[in-house]
């Protein structure tokens, strides 16, 4: 299966529905690592990449992996960037499996051929300039003593050429066009890790590529094109022009998708879940409480989360929301008021910070109690939480019941990739919309990747998440008002504009 160039976006739909059926996912280097979030959590991840040259594991270790998991009668996705018959070796793989009777299918992918230099602005035909492209190794040319390239039917034949890994040999493959009759002063390209944030692209001729990638210091991933198409470049680049081109932002919440119209303005969003939410252990608490919703004077929601899992479980009993009329609601920060909201509720009460004992203060002043009887509140929890309530009914005029309804669990899962990319300076936002988020995420990572956060402009929303962020010794550099995702989104992008003015 081929994983696209580095745009996730650019993943196929049959790709996607594959990597989720899969048990086992054979996967390369050269993709954006983000595809695996797509994988089953429970699957078999075995890294066969190369990078810089080394090996992660021989030819014949994968064909052996392949085979061995597919008799063991699981579902194996051998995951490739680009698309894998491509220069990709995907032929010889699945010639393998063919000689051993093994049943495969080939989910081709985006290539980096067309992708790199679409998002570079250039395209490979064009009816004023070219009617046909020809894609070569770079390769090649420095490992064999007579290239089997017809160089000369190369150079004069074809309108627009696109060579794959060449930068290391870029030298040489000039010389050859050049001395088979291509003209010195043809435009050529080289794109740099294509369709990420880290794309670089180089323009010149054939004359003066090599010294250009030379004193830029470019090193692979890399496309070079040649022809008269390059010249498109100055009107055509659209990529580079986005508002939030050369960001990749760090999401380190459960849920990604409000970030998602970022990466429509170009910017990679690097998403870091380290937990996921679930079912409680036991429904009896929380069962219990739905059954005599109409004891209740309020309902306490501390996060989006747990209004979503106790709405899911009060209506699959059968009720009504009609059957809540009477029952105060109560949001304790803007993005939970806000799901309430969307759900065609509105909340009586917004509190912007989890202090319980100012809580039930205000909560039973704003009740009327009935004759002697304490202000009764439902505060459906995560299961993992501290019930912060416990031990205080009746002190402030209350009585608080706090049943789990759903469960956080941490992902089984290192920061080794997150550090890397901190500690290469290939983060530029990241976000924190809790501060539960924030203290989870140093001690995943550690605390040593701290002062490479320095380096990064850091959006946070809630007072509790700044000030943790800032007694850690950072500074928040977007803040959004309210307190929502959404807000926090629009922020990033007025920060990231008033850079570039």
């Known amino acids: 299966m081929g994983a696209g160039p580095g745009d996730i976006g650019l993943l196929t739909v049959k790709g996607l529905r594959c990597l989720q059926r899969a048990d086992v996912v054979v996967y390369d280097y050269h993709l954006n690592a983000q595809v695996l979030n797509y994988v089953r959590h429970s699957a078999e991840f075995i890294y066969?990449?190369?990078?810089?040259?080394?090996?992660?594991?021989?030819?014949d270790a994968i064909n052996h992996a392949l085979l061995e998991k597919a008799r063991q009668g699981k579902i194996v996705c051998r995951l490739k960037g680009g698309d894998p018959f491509v220069f990709g070796r995907g032929g010889e793989e699945a010639e393998a499996l063919a000689r051993e009777g093994i049943d495969f299918e080939v989910v081709p992918g985006v290539s980096s051929v067309i992708a790199a230099p679409a998002y570079a602005g250039i395209p490979l035909t064009h009816r004023d300039y070219s009617s046909s492209f020809a894609v070569i190794t770079g390769n090649e040319a420095?490992?064999?003593a007579e290239s089997s390239i017809s160089w000369p039917h190369l150079a004069q034949t074809h309108d627009t050429l696109v060579f794959l890994m060449g930068v290391k040999?870029?030298?040489?493959?000039v010389g050859r066009l050049i001395g088979s009759g291509r003209a010195a002063d043809t435009p050529a390209a080289v794109i740099r890790w294509g369709a990420r944030p880290d794309q670089e692209t180089v323009v010149g001729t054939l004359g003066t590529i090599a010294q250009m990638v030379e004193e830029r210091h470019l090193r692979p991933p890399a496309v070079m094109v040649v022809g008269s198409v390059v010249k498109l470049r100055d009107s055509l680049k659209w990529y580079e022009k986005r508002p939030l081109f050369g960001h990749r932002i760090l999401v380190t919440g459960e849920d990604c998708e409000p970030f998602g119209p970022l990466r429509d303005l170009g910017a990679e969003i690097f998403e870091f879940s380290f937990s996921r939410t679930e079912n409680p252990t036991s429904y009896a608490d929380i069962d219990g409480a739905v059954e005599r919703?109409?004891?209740y004077d309020w309902l306490v929601f501390g996060s989006s989360t747990c209004f979503r899992f106790f709405m899911e479980r009060y209506l699959g009993w059968g009720r009504d929301i009609r059957d809540l009329k009477g029952v105060g609601l109560c949001a304790i920060g803007a993005s939970c008021a806000e799901a309430i909201r969307s759900s065609g509720m509105q909340p009586e009460m917004l509190?912007?910070?989890?202090?319980?004992?100012?809580?039930l203060e205000t909560l039973a002043g704003l009740s009327e109690t009935r004759g002697s009887m304490p202000v009764r509140i439902l505060v459906p929890r995560d299961e993992a939480d501290e019930d912060v309530f416990a031990g205080m009914d009746g002190g402030q005029g209350a009585m608080v019941v706090a049943p789990a309804v759903c469960r956080t669990v941490r992902r089984e899962r290192h920061g080794k990739r997150l550090k890397r990319f901190l500690f290469e300076g290939r983060i530029s936002i990241a976000t924190f919309t809790s501060s539960t988020a924030f203290f989870t995420f140093v001690d995943m990572v550690g605390t040593d990747a701290l002062p490479f956060l320095q380096k990064v402009a850091i959006a946070a929303v809630g007072s509790a998440a700044i000030r943790a962020i800032e007694e850690a010794g950072l500074s928040v550099t977007i803040r959004a008002e309210p307190a929502t995702v959404d807000a926090m989104a629009e922020e990033i992008v007025?920060?990231?504009e008033k850079r570039k003015i």
């Open 48 to 59: 066969a990449g190369k990078r810089g040259g080394h090996h992660a594991m021989t030819q």
């Open 142 to 144: 420095a490992e064999k």
């Open 169 to 173: 040999n870029i030298g040489a493959i």
């Open 293 to 295: 919703i109409a004891d």
């Open 351 to 359: 509190a912007e910070e989890h202090m319980p004992h100012r809580l």
């Open 494 to 496: 007025r920060w990231a």
